[in-house]
């Protein structure tokens, strides 16, 4: 498909993040924009599936909430469990007296993107697929424009530039700006780095507390993580298999695997999903007897990967190459998906970013010597959230790392009992269980 010669904004990338910079950018008003993705479709795969408080206000000030919100399952609370037992419930009931959105939104990437786009698209806007960005240069006769080349030759000249294209993100890549840990280029929590996610079915459906929609199963097990999300039917007909709608209830797992069972496969099959299963899910879904009384067995895979996870940080969301140059969503941090604050990041990341590059194109318009005060600014306060962030999800990962042996020989009792043992006590204090929600929520973090 032939790209325009210009445009004043370039949005690289058609996931959450760019989708929502183009429908932020059209409510400040702002229509000429191009966006571009590599791929020839946008993806089914279900990835992530939490939108949390704070994201949902701040999709409502776009104009693009109440559709998410008819369609996924307003989630009651989560649950800390053991393979048997609750130890801590997260109620969301508190954030009533800080949100008109006291819950998380449980949906699939996959729907969430499905209804960015055709939102999108009712404001007469494509995705141009697919396009590769494959170079930029500083314009030859304006200082403050970039020409972006792509893959099959064309050009675009733009004046301002969004780079929502991922982890390996080609727009950092070209810039030049740096992408690691902000504590050093180490994983802080090996035992943690890989994991698996799935969408499945079983026969028979198990019977169960952690089985109930609205709800979603953290289970600490081993020195491992195991979650597990409760779908229904609500998303059958986007949740594809072989190119046909899921029929049964669908389940979503995600699992730490072990660096002693070796590198999980990138789509692993459903025989590995199920020995995951059995090896650290609640017990009410394992197919092993002496574990459960009415065993069960892992029947449709609907999707899968394995995958590594660390944290990173760009070293800058904002830059010129003659064009204004910034990042957003995994293009600009990366982290441990426990929690689920990425995409929300991203989703707030870029309505911020729409509003602050408003703002700089009408002040651009009477002034054309203008400075980048806006967009600095913008880039400092977002780049100190993505470090927030990523400590956040640091604690939970050491929480949840915690070992069951013994901490020493004179001390026969281990860091993970007395982790349970305190969760136990404190999931009776509604402040605790307060706290814990406006962490979660995003709300303290926009």
Not at 183 to 202: C, K, Y
Not at 255 to 270: D, H, L, T
Not at 351 to 380: C, M, Y
Request: proline share 6%; charged share 20%; glycine share 8%.
């Amino acid at each position: 498909m032939s790209l325009p010669e210009n445009t004043t904004v370039l949005i690289v990338g058609a996931g959450p993040a760019g989708l929502t910079a183009s429908l932020a950018l059209v409510q400040n008003g702002c229509h000429d924009f191009v966006i571009v993705d590599a791929v020839g479709e946008g993806s089914n795969s279900s990835r992530a599936v939490a939108i949390h408080c704070a994201t949902i206000e701040a999709l409502a000030s776009i104009d693009v909430a109440d559709e998410l919100l008819s369609q996924g399952i307003k989630g009651k609370s989560i649950r800390i469990i053991s393979r048997s037992s609750q130890l801590f419930e997260v109620k969301f009931d508190p954030l009533k007296k800080h949100s008109a959105h006291p819950y998380t939104l449980f949906i699939p990437q996959c729907v969430t993107e499905l209804v960015l786009m055709q939102k999108l698209q009712s404001l007469g806007v494509q995705v141009q697929r697919p396009h590769m960005v494959v170079g930029m240069k500083r314009n030859e006769r304006d200082s403050r424009v970039t020409d972006v080349s792509f893959e099959d030759g064309q050009i675009i000249s733009a004046r301002y530039i969004i780079g929502a294209d991922g982890a390996r993100s080609i727009i950092r890549t070209i810039t030049g700006i740096g992408f690691s840990d902000p504590e050093g280029p180490h994983i802080v929590n090996e035992e943690l780095a890989q994991m698996v996610s799935a969408d499945i079915t079983f026969e028979p459906e198990p019977v169960g507390p952690v089985t109930l929609e609205g709800h979603l199963n953290a289970e600490v097990f081993s020195g491992n993580l195991f979650t597990f999300l409760p779908f229904g039917n609500h998303f059958n007909a986007q949740l594809l298999r072989d190119g046909k709608p899921t029929t049964k209830s669908t389940f979503r797992i995600l699992c730490s695997i072990p660096i002693k069972n070796g590198e999980p496969p990138r789509a692993p099959p459903k025989e590995y999903i199920q020995n995951v299963v059995d090896a650290y899910g609640p017990a009410c879904i394992s197919s092993d007897p002496s574990l459960n009384p009415r065993p069960v067995k892992v029947d449709q895979l609907v999707w899968s990967t394995g995958f590594r996870t660390h944290s990173a940080i760009a070293d800058r969301i904002f830059t010129r190459l003659g064009a204004a140059i910034f990042l957003v969503g995994d293009a600009a941090h990366i982290h441990s998906p426990i929690g689920g604050q990425g995409m929300n990041l991203a989703i707030r990341d870029a309505i911020f970013l729409a509003e602050a590059v408003t703002k700089h194109i009408q002040a651009s318009a009477e002034n054309p010597d203008v400075d980048d005060n806006i967009l600095q600014g913008f880039a400092e306060a977002r780049h100190a959230r993505a470090l927030e962030v990523i400590g956040f999800t640091k604690t939970l990962l050491k929480l949840g790392n915690l070992p069951y042996d013994s901490y020493a020989w004179w001390m026969p009792v281990s860091l993970a009992s007395i982790r349970d043992l305190m969760l136990r006590i404190l999931g009776g204090f509604d402040f605790v269980q307060s706290k814990v929600a406006w962490g979660l929520s995003g709300l303290g973090r926009r």
